[in-house]
């Protein structure tokens, strides 16, 4: 996605507001990644929606460039569609706390529940006794006692001919009585929906009533997962997904479709078939994965966080002219001082060596940038634009008011000279120190 967006980015050179133009070619683009991976295509609609709502108009002052900051407000609408933040699986219940598997055939349900005690075992100390439920496949009661034994989790003993309700009851009964802290009730699938599956789950729900129902589904299953989805939460109201099979290549786009349909946290991902291969789910990651661009996001965040770029270009004209005052000079010490100090900032403008050896040989360092912002601070607003009318009387006064020697203010006010005359010099060349900013 992100070549192809760069190579209609490229083609957006102006800058201040995003114009519907500029965001309507964005959007073809993005719809048609979206729908790559395996978005659904109410969700893609949802989405672009918001997208342009967001983009069209106001967004664009700090701009980069438009299309950087399309990129950021995407990525920013993905994460806030996925959920924002990690939700982990919540046993505020009393115990044994009843946490049910459901899902369709071969979704995972069985593997993912062993993942689970595992990690409740292991990482909460919680003692876990697992239970399946699944009457359909002859092996399947087997399968979880065999992954069981594997992980170092009890299982309940396998008692044949009985049914769902039946195994739900005994499990719940031996987990009370054995005094275990959780129990997971690993049911039956079917391979597609149908109504003796949902009366099935929905019995198993109201004999255990369960702190956590989790939908495992498949996520490399792409559309048919969302009906899935919206089909099993509409019956069974579950509290959290599980997206198996996020491992390798998978396209995330899954996670998108299920969060949007249902509205439910994704609180778990598989990544692969072993016990340990499961993972908290977390946004930010899977928006960088569908839009496979995470150092984009990042320059442009930090970008647009520190940069105005338009404040530059204006000053730039300043500077071409001579008007570089101690009111700039602040402004720069504090975009200074978030960039990550002299170094951040300085590394990205071009041509900048000498100037930044100068500034050192002026004592400018990371560590006085506060001093010399509060030194400013203290100046009345005529002696910023004239700092000239600045003698002896005055400057006391300041050094006063910011804690500091009037040396140090001598020594910023001989600072601001030099940067003045230096920036006056580059102004008037092109490419000169604005321009490199404005165009990062
Ligand atoms: P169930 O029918 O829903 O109980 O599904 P199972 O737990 O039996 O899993 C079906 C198959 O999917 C098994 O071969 C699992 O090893 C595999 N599987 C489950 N989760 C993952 C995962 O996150 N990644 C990969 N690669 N395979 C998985
Ligand atoms: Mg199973």
């Given at each position: 996605?992100?070549?192809?967006?760069?190579?209609?980015?490229?083609?957006?050179?102006?800058?201040?507001?995003?114009?519907?133009?500029?965001?309507?070619?964005?959007?073809?683009?993005?719809?048609?990644?979206?729908?790559?991976?395996?978005?659904?295509?109410?969700?893609?609609?949802?989405?672009?929606?918001?997208?342009?709502?967001?983009?069209?108009?106001?967004?664009?002052?700090?701009?980069?460039?438009?299309?950087?900051?399309?990129?950021?407000?995407?990525?920013?609408?993905?994460?806030?569609?996925?959920?924002?933040?990690?939700?982990?699986?919540?046993?505020?219940?009393?115990?044994?706390?009843?946490?049910?598997?459901v899902?369709?055939?071969?979704?995972?349900?069985?593997?993912?529940?062993?993942?689970?005690?595992?990690?409740?075992?292991?990482?909460?100390?919680?003692?876990?006794?697992?239970?399946?439920?699944?009457?359909?496949?002859?092996?399947?009661?087997?399968?979880?006692?065999?992954?069981?034994?594997?992980?170092?989790?009890?299982?309940?003993?396998?008692?044949?001919?009985?049914?769902?309700?039946?195994?739900?009851?005994?499990?719940?009964?031996?987990?009370?009585?054995?005094?275990?802290?959780?129990?997971?009730?690993?049911?039956?699938?079917?391979?597609?929906?149908?109504?003796?599956?949902?009366?099935?789950?929905?019995?198993?729900?109201?004999?255990?009533?369960?702190?956590?129902i989790?939908l495992?589904a498949?996520?490399?299953?792409?559309?048919?997962?969302v009906?899935t989805a919206k089909a099993f939460d509409e019956r069974m109201n579950v509290t959290g997904i599980?997206?198996?099979?996020?491992?390798?290549?998978?396209?995330?786009?899954?996670?998108?479709?299920m969060?949007?349909t249902t509205g439910k946290?994704?609180?778990?991902?598989?990544?692969?078939?072993?016990?340990?291969?499961?993972?908290?789910?977390?946004?930010?990651?899977?928006?960088?994965?569908?839009?496979?661009?995470?150092?984009?996001?990042?320059?442009?965040?930090?970008?647009?966080?520190?940069?105005?770029?338009?404040?530059?270009?204006?000053?730039?004209?300043?500077?071409?002219?001579?008007?570089?005052?101690?009111?700039?000079?602040?402004?720069?010490?504090?975009?200074?001082?978030?960039?990550?100090?002299?170094?951040?900032?300085?590394?990205?403008?071009?041509?900048?060596?000498?100037?930044?050896?100068?500034?050192?040989?002026?004592?400018?360092?990371?560590?006085?940038?506060?001093?010399?912002?509060?030194?400013?601070?203290?100046?009345?607003?005529?002696?910023?634009?004239?700092?000239?009318?600045?003698?002896?009387?005055?400057?006391?006064?300041?050094?006063?008011?910011?804690?500091?020697?009037?040396?140090?203010?001598?020594?910023?006010?001989?600072?601001?000279?030099?940067?003045?005359?230096?920036?006056?010099?580059?102004?008037?060349?092109?490419?000169?120190?604005?321009?490199?900013?404005?165009?990062?």
């Amino acid at each position: 996605l992100s070549d192809r967006l760069s190579g209609i980015f490229d083609k957006l050179t102006g800058r201040g507001a995003l114009s519907e133009a500029d965001v309507d070619a964005a959007m073809r683009e993005i719809r048609r990644a979206l729908l790559e991976a395996d978005v659904a295509l109410p969700v893609v609609r949802q989405f672009i929606e918001e997208v342009r709502r967001e983009a069209v108009g106001a967004t664009v002052v700090k701009s980069v460039t438009p299309g950087q900051m399309v990129v950021k407000i995407v990525h920013d609408e993905l994460v806030k569609m996925l959920g924002e933040t990690a939700e982990p699986i919540s046993l505020a219940a009393a115990a044994p706390v009843p946490i049910m598997m459901v899902g369709l055939q071969g979704s995972g349900k069985t593997t993912t529940s062993a993942k689970i005690a595992r990690r409740l075992q292991n990482r909460e100390k919680k003692r876990v006794l697992m239970a399946s439920l699944d009457t359909q496949r002859p092996a399947a009661q087997e399968q979880l006692r065999v992954l069981g034994e594997e992980n170092g989790i009890e299982t309940l003993k396998i008692v044949p001919g009985q049914n769902p309700r039946q195994i739900a009851e005994r499990a719940m009964t031996a987990a009370r009585l054995g005094g275990f802290d959780v129990v997971i009730l690993d049911t039956a699938g079917r391979l597609s929906i149908d109504e003796a599956l949902m009366t099935e789950i929905a019995d198993i729900k109201k004999t255990t009533n369960p702190h956590e129902i989790l939908l495992v589904a498949d996520s490399l299953t792409g559309q048919d997962a969302v009906a899935t989805a919206k089909a099993f939460d509409e019956r069974m109201n579950v509290t959290g997904i599980v997206l198996t099979r996020v491992d390798g290549d998978g396209r995330g786009g899954a996670a998108l479709s299920m969060r949007a349909t249902t509205g439910k946290p994704i609180k778990l991902i598989g990544v692969g078939e072993k016990a340990d291969a499961l993972e908290e789910f977390h946004p930010r990651r899977i928006a960088d994965r569908i839009l496979g661009m995470g150092d984009i996001v990042s320059l442009v965040e930090k970008a647009a966080e520190h940069v105005d770029a338009e404040k530059a270009a204006a000053m730039a004209q300043k500077m071409a002219k001579g008007g570089f005052d101690l009111n700039d000079l602040k402004d720069q010490l504090a975009q200074m001082e978030k960039m990550g100090g002299l170094g951040g900032l300085m590394g990205m403008m071009p041509g900048i060596g000498k100037m930044k050896k100068e500034m050192a040989a002026a004592g400018l360092d990371d560590g006085i940038i506060k001093k010399q912002v509060a030194i400013i601070n203290s100046m009345t607003k005529t002696e910023r634009k004239k700092p000239d009318i600045l003698k002896a009387s005055r400057k006391k006064r300041i050094a006063a008011g910011s804690g500091t020697e009037v040396a140090e203010v001598n020594k910023l006010l001989k600072m601001h000279r030099q940067m003045a005359d230096m920036m006056k010099m580059m102004g008037r060349k092109k490419g000169g120190m604005m321009a490199g900013l404005g165009s990062m």
